[in-house]
């Protein structure tokens, strides 16, 4: 056998021994290889699509390496149109300011959340100090918010940095941060709607005068329990479903993995992820 790796050319050359091709050599690299690889063992390079992304054209991987990174807009817009590409990008070139952005949405829209609810609570008489109180508390959910996303988006983070890390990858904890970042989106439009429902279906309420306290904290616990949360916890997991498959695109790029294996790794790790976020809230 012919010693196929590192061997260049300088133009693709197929040898054929009768009609059978017996080597081709890489697009990339140029080093020879057989003519089933998927991979090319010296660059990585994707020879062959891998029969799932024949089926699911969505996991098909970029024609061709981009010259240059995208700027941070057209990778926030083309992670919804074209994820795979987008993701790819990203993990190829991460950066800080696009998942910056979706950041402090995400903190705004969730703290949102709070002001749309209570934006349906009317307390009269005495209790008009609650209103105060109320508009004030916003300031205070607003850092509260911060600090939340911030460490959920750390944890989310490792969590996908981790087993690659422990299984001899050498992916970057920065370029997981990053891709993480862009998987946010999904989250962020999902947020959006729900901020939208809250808005419109919350209950609305009427604290009167006469009420007594214990009255007050059961009517305004009524607010923050009606069932339009169960749909907004709805839509939560469902972004998030929608973010791991996003999330698999970037780390099948950053760690060299087999579509297959990218989508099977990143729902694991999220459903994990999804455990623990229920079982804190
Ligand atoms: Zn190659």
């Given at each position: 056998?012919?010693?196929?790796?590192?061997?260049?050319?300088?133009?693709?050359?197929?040898?054929?021994?009768?009609?059978?091709?017996?080597?081709?050599?890489?697009?990339?690299?140029?080093?020879?290889?057989?003519?089933?690889?998927?991979?090319?063992?010296?660059?990585?390079?994707?020879?062959?699509?891998?029969?799932?992304?024949?089926?699911?054209?969505?996991?098909?991987?970029?024609?061709?390496?981009?010259?240059?990174?995208?700027?941070?807009?057209?990778?926030?817009?083309?992670?919804?149109?074209?994820?795979?590409?987008?993701?790819?990008?990203?993990?190829?070139?991460?950066?800080?300011?696009?998942?910056?952005?979706?950041?402090?949405?995400?903190?705004?829209?969730?703290?949102?959340?709070?002001?749309?609810?209570?934006?349906?609570i009317?307390p009269f008489g005495d209790y008009?100090i609650l209103?105060?109180l109320?508009?004030?508390?916003?300031?205070?959910?607003?850092?509260?918010?911060?600090?939340?996303?911030?460490?959920?988006?750390?944890?989310?983070?490792?969590?996908?940095?981790?087993?690659?890390?422990?299984?001899?990858?050498?992916?970057?904890?920065?370029?997981?941060?990053?891709?993480?970042?862009?998987?946010?989106?999904?989250?962020?439009?999902?947020?959006?709607?729900?901020?939208?429902?809250?808005?419109?279906?919350?209950?609305?309420i009427l604290i009167p005068a006469s009420a007594s306290s214990l009255q007050v904290q059961i009517l305004i616990a009524l607010v923050?329990?009606?069932?339009?949360?169960?749909?907004?916890?709805?839509?939560?997991?469902?972004?998030?479903?929608?973010?791991?498959?996003?999330?698999?695109?970037?780390?099948?790029?950053?760690?060299?993995?087999?579509?297959?294996?990218?989508?099977?790794?990143?729902?694991?790790?999220?459903?994990?992820?999804?455990?623990?976020?229920?079982?804190?809230?």
């Open positions: 056998m012919l010693p196929l790796k590192n061997i260049r050319f300088e133009k693709l050359i197929d040898l054929f021994k009768g009609n059978e091709v017996i080597v081709v050599s890489c697009p990339k690299c140029g080093a020879l290889v057989a003519p089933d690889e998927e991979v090319c063992p010296n660059c990585n390079y994707r020879l062959e699509e891998e029969t799932l992304e024949r089926i699911l054209p969505l996991l098909k991987r970029p024609e061709r390496e981009p010259i240059s990174a995208m700027p941070f807009p057209i990778r926030m817009a083309k992670t919804i149109v074209a994820p795979s590409s987008a993701l790819h990008d990203v993990a190829r070139a991460p950066d800080a300011i696009g998942p910056f952005m979706i950041y402090i949405l995400n903190v705004l829209i969730l703290t949102l959340f709070y002001a749309a609810v209570w934006n349906h009317y008009w209103r105060v109320g508009d004030g508390a916003i300031i205070g959910r607003l850092a509260s918010n911060m600090l939340l996303v911030f460490i959920q988006f750390l944890f989310l983070g490792f969590a996908y940095w981790l087993p690659f890390r422990l299984v001899g990858k050498k992916s970057g904890f920065k370029k997981n941060l990053s891709i993480v970042g862009y998987a946010y989106i999904p989250v962020l439009i999902g947020r959006a709607v729900s901020l939208l429902l809250l808005f419109t279906n919350s209950p609305t923050f329990m009606s069932p339009v949360w169960n749909n907004v916890a709805s839509i939560e997991i469902a972004c998030w479903l929608w973010a791991a498959f996003l999330i698999a695109l970037g780390i099948r790029q950053l760690n060299q993995l087999k579509t297959a294996v990218a989508l099977i790794s990143s729902y694991a790790i999220m459903l994990v992820f999804l455990a623990v976020y229920a079982s804190l809230i």
